[in-house]
C-alpha cells in the first residue's frame, strides 16, 4: 500500500505542477486582466476577407449563417462567402448559390473530414483567386454577431497572422450536455485565450471561428492538416514554429452544442483520438521547444493536448486497488469503508474543483448566456459530471479505431431571434410561447 500512497502523491503533485498556471489565468482575468469592453480607437486599415465554410448536409441551418454575414456592419464588397459543399446529397449548394455564395462541391469518400475539404478549396484559391488577405474559417452551424469581421478586422491590423474568436452557444439551455459543451467553450474564451492575449502568450485555435492570413495558407500550399482534430493540429504545428495566435474578445460567433449523449459519445470520442494523434505527431516537438527554447506557448498547448484523463483513471484505479486489498486482508467492515469514503472524499473534491471553474464562467459571463436564471444555476451543478465523462470516452478513444463523421444541426434560428430569445430568458420570460 505504501507504493500506492507514493503514486497518488506523484499524481497530486504532477497535476499541481502542470496545471497551476491555469488557475493564475483566471486570478489574473478575475483581478487584473480587462474583460471585453467597447473600443472606441479607429479600427484601421478594412481588409478584404473570405470567409470559408465547410458543409455536409446543412440545408437546414447553412442558410441562416450566410444570412448573418450578409448583416455584417462591414463593407459587403471586401468579403467574400466560399463553401465547400463536401459529399452532400441535399440543397446545401444549391441554397448557397442563391444566396451569392461561391460553391465548390467536393465528392470524395476516401479523404473525409473537414482538414481534407478545406485543403480542396484553398488548393484552388492559391491558383486562382488574388482578392483574399485573410480566410475565417466557419462551421455551417454557426451565426456571426453583426460586429464580427469588424472586430476580427481589428485584431487583423494588430498584427496577428492568425486570430480566434469569442465562441458562445445557438443552444446553452437545451439540456445539461449542451450546457456543458457551452460552458466548456465560455471558459476556453474567457479564462484561456483572453488570459493568453493579454499576457503575450499564444492562443489555441477551438473548431470554428478563426482567421488565418493568406501567406499562412500560402506557405502550407493548402491545408495539410488532417488529424481528427485538425484545428489543435494547426495549433501546435503553429506554435512550433513561433507563430503567436491571436484572440478577438469581441468577434462573437453562436454555434449548435449537440444535445444526445450518444452524438455527443461519438463526437468527443473523436476528439479524443485527435488529441492522441498531436501528441503522437507534435508532442515531443512542443516539449523540445519550450524546454530549448522558452516556449511558454508550446508548453501551454502540450498541456491542453496531454490526456490529463488517465491521471484521473489511474487515481480511481489506486483507490480501487485499496480497497479490494482491505476486503482480501480482512481488516473488516470499518477500515474498508474508510477507504471507501476516501475514495468518495477525492471524488467530491475534484468535483467541487471543477464545478468552481464553471461556476465562476457562469457568474462572469452570465448576461452572455442565452438561458433561464434557474438553467445557468442547474446546469453549473451537472457540468462537472458532464467533465467525468470524458474518462470512459478517452480510455474507448485509446483502443477503438475512430473515424470522422458528421454531427446532425437541427437549431435553426436567425441572429436577430437569438438574441431575443437571450434576452428575454435573461430576464426570466418564457420565449416558448
Avoid at 465562441?167 to 471558459?187: P, T, V
Avoid at 458532464?386 to 477503438?400: D, R, W
Wanted: charged share 20%; with cysteine; net charge neutral.
Amino acid at each position: 500500500m505504501f507504493a500506492i500512497q507514493v503514486i497518488e502523491i506523484a499524481l497530486f503533485l504532477f497535476m499541481t505542477l502542470c496545471y497551476s498556471y491555469q488557475i493564475v489565468y483566471i486570478l489574473y482575468m478575475l483581478f487584473v486582466g480587462k474583460r471585453a469592453k467597447p473600443e472606441t480607437a479607429d479600427v484601421g486599415e478594412l481588409h478584404r476577407f473570405g470567409i470559408v465554410i465547410s458543409a455536409r448536409n446543412e440545408e437546414s441551418v447553412i442558410g441562416h449563417l450566410i444570412d448573418s454575414i450578409h448583416k455584417q456592419n462591414y463593407p459587403g464588397e471586401l468579403i467574400r462567402v466560399y463553401v465547400i459543399a463536401d459529399n452532400c446529397t441535399d440543397s446545401t449548394a444549391e441554397i448557397c448559390r442563391n444566396m451569392g455564395a461561391i460553391v465548390y462541391e467536393r465528392f470524395n469518400d476516401k479523404e473525409v473530414g473537414k482538414g481534407y475539404a478545406l485543403n480542396y478549396l484553398f488548393t484552388d484559391l492559391l491558383k486562382t483567386d488574388d482578392f483574399c488577405e485573410g480566410y475565417i474559417i466557419l462551421d455551417a452551424d454557426n451565426l456571426l454577431d453583426p460586429d464580427y469581421v469588424y472586430q476580427m478586422n481589428r485584431t487583423f491590423n494588430k498584427g496577428y497572422r492568425v486570430i480566434t474568436s469569442y465562441r458562445n452557444s445557438k443552444n446553452y439551455g437545451s439540456n445539461w450536455i449542451s450546457a456543458g459543451y457551452s460552458l466548456w467553450f465560455l471558459r476556453e474564451a474567457e479564462y484561456l485565450n483572453n488570459a493568453r492575449m493579454q499576457l503575450g502568450t499564444s492562443c489555441a485555435i477551438s473548431g470554428t471561428g478563426f482567421l488565418i492570413r493568406r501567406d499562412i495558407v500560402e506557405e502550407n500550399n493548402g491545408w495539410p492538416y488532417h488529424l481528427l482534430t485538425e484545428d489543435i493540429q494547426f495549433t501546435a504545428a503553429s506554435v512550433i514554429k513561433g507563430e503567436k495566435i491571436g484572440y478577438s474578445a469581441r468577434a462573437v460567433l453562436y454555434d449548435e452544442q449537440p444535445v444526445s449523449f450518444v452524438q455527443s459519445w461519438r463526437q468527443r470520442m473523436r476528439w479524443a483520438k485527435g488529441f492522441y494523434q498531436v501528441v503522437w505527431h507534435y508532442g515531443w516537438k512542443l516539449f523540445t521547444t519550450a524546454v530549448t527554447k522558452g516556449s511558454f506557448s508550446c508548453y501551454d498547448i502540450l498541456m491542453t493536448i496531454f490526456p490529463a484523463i488517465f491521471v484521473t483513471a489511474t487515481t480511481l484505479i489506486c483507490f480501487g486497488i485499496k480497497v479490494v486489498n482491505a476486503f482480501l486482508l480482512g481488516a473488516g467492515m470499518w477500515p474498508v469503508a474508510a477507504v471507501c469514503l476516501q475514495s468518495l472524499l477525492f471524488l467530491f473534491i475534484f468535483y467541487l474543483f471543477i464545478y468552481s471553474f464553471g461556476l465562476v464562467t457562469v457568474i462572469t459571463e452570465w448576461n452572455n448566456i442565452g438561458a433561464t436564471k434557474a438553467e445557468k444555476i442547474k446546469y453549473t451543478f451537472t457540468f462537472p459530471i458532464f467533465l467525468f465523462t470524458y474518462v470512459p470516452i478517452g480510455i474507448c478513444a485509446l483502443f477503438k479505431k475512430v473515424e470522422w463523421k458528421p454531427i446532425k444541426h437541427s437549431v435553426s434560428i436567425t441572429v436577430d431571434d437569438l438574441k431575443k430569445e437571450s434576452s428575454e430568458k435573461n430576464a426570466d420570460i418564457d420565449s416558448k410561447k
